[in-house]
């Protein structure tokens, strides 16, 4: 293993301690932020939230973005907007962050646990059919969970490190069976499913922008949808709810603030110019852990078929969990960080008791994948 700490050493043309993910401000990010600051327009209004709001919609290819505090908020607002009320169900993958079962758990849903594919780690199309075939009917338009008896009323996969999961396949599943889809597309700025950008697939998609995401604004997030009415909605809910007026506070119903400070927006703007070399500059580390790993008992994971990723985190897969160990261990211990894969939702105290499918796949992967060194190098 010590071939491989070498050459990570090597790739990163350090000998100091490699961190997982960093981001990098070499675009116009000070010149903006002072902007922003003479401005004395740092809070919540501002023209660098609505022009990040702008280009971000450009950038993937939807009609509206509205920009949140957080990926977790933008997650929590497009369930609220599929309309998942207290009790419903919604189906997502095990093999997440916490953020996803977090966002279902504020409104007071619950999630149901189906497995993954091996090739993209994000949920199955062909688990999800056949959990819906064995435990739901449609019953007054609604997938009705005949184990539980409740509603079914969001779907929420996850393309995980970037990679796109058989998005289109899992649309056509959930218009089935009116369920409404909502990607968590937080890892996956850059990433196109059959040249779509992924998040713009479900009804509402929700990005974000933490400080180790592909492009970060220190902490931000996005809500992504083509319906003008859920685009007012998500902009109204997450700024408190206020109707406009120009000095008077009246708000027509329980809102957040969820909004994201212009000052974080300015970040943003100058971070989102720089994405398309940030893209190249994984592509490349890309294809020098691809070539590195070849010939190891290693195996490096690649994109998908039909997919283009962002590769924002780097990933390998070990032979069992044993190797993993000793890899993590060796690694860290030796200055390149490393992290295995999330522990499965299901298995968390929080989830322990939520309903789940078979996870074969997930469990395959939790034994195995790791994370390494992914930043976009100078
Ligand atoms: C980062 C992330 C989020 C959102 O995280 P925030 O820190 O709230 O911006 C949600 N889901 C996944 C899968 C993530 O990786």
């Known amino acids: 293993m010590q071939n491989i700490v070498d050459f990570i050493k090597q790739t990163f043309k350090t000998n100091d301690f490699i961190p997982l993910h960093e981001p990098r401000f070499i675009g116009n990010e000070k010149k903006y932020l002072n902007d922003c600051i003479d401005s004395t327009f740092v809070s919540s209004v501002g023209k660098y939230v609505d022009t990040f709001e702008e280009e971000f919609a450009k950038t993937v290819g939807s009609k509206y973005a509205i920009a949140t505090v957080n990926g977790t908020a933008a997650i929590h607002i497009s369930l609220l907007l599929a309309g998942v009320k207290r009790d419903d169900e919604v189906i997502t993958q095990p093999l997440t962050f916490i953020a996803t079962c977090n966002a279902i758990s504020y409104i007071g849903a619950k999630p149901i646990f189906v497995d993954v594919d091996l090739d993209t780690m994000g949920l199955s199309p062909d688990f999800l059919q056949s959990f819906l075939e064995t435990n739901c009917e449609i019953v007054n338009s609604t997938c009705r969970n005949k184990t539980s008896g409740k509603t079914i009323k969001a779907c929420v996969p996850m393309h995980t ?123 490349d580390l890309t294809k020098q852990y691809e070539d590195f790993f070849y010939n190891l008992d290693i195996t490096f994971i690649k994109e998908p078929e039909n997919s283009k990723s962002n590769y924002w985190l780097q990933a390998v897969m070990l032979q069992d969990k044993k190797q993993r160990d000793e890899f993590l261990d060796f690694t860290n211990k030796n200055g390149v960080m490393t992290r295995p894969i999330w522990r499965l939702m299901n298995e968390l105290e929080m989830f322990k008791d939520c309903q789940s499918a078979e996870l074969k796949n997930a469990k395959y992967l939790e034994e195995r994948v790791v994370n390494i060194p992914s930043s976009a190098r100078v």
């Not at 922008?209 to 997450?238: M, Q, W």
Request: net charge neutral; glycine share 8%.
């Open 161 to 283: 490190f970037g990679h796109p999961c058989r998005i289109v396949e899992i649309k056509n599943i959930c218009d089935k069976w009116n369920i409404t889809l909502v990607e968590d597309a937080a890892e996956s700025l850059g990433s196109y499913y059959k040249n779509k950008h992924t998040g713009t697939f479900g009804k509402l998609g929700a990005f974000s922008f933490n400080g180790n995401k592909i492009i970060t604004s220190g902490g931000g997030g996005v809500i992504v949808t083509d319906d003008e009415a859920l685009a007012r909605k998500a902009k109204h809910i997450t700024t408190t709810a206020k109707i406009p007026h120009p000095y008077e506070y009246v708000h027509d119903e329980i809102g957040y603030n969820y909004r994201l400070p212009n000052i974080n927006a300015a970040l943003l703007v100058a971070q989102l110019e720089q994405l398309d070399k940030f893209l190249e500059d994984k592509r």
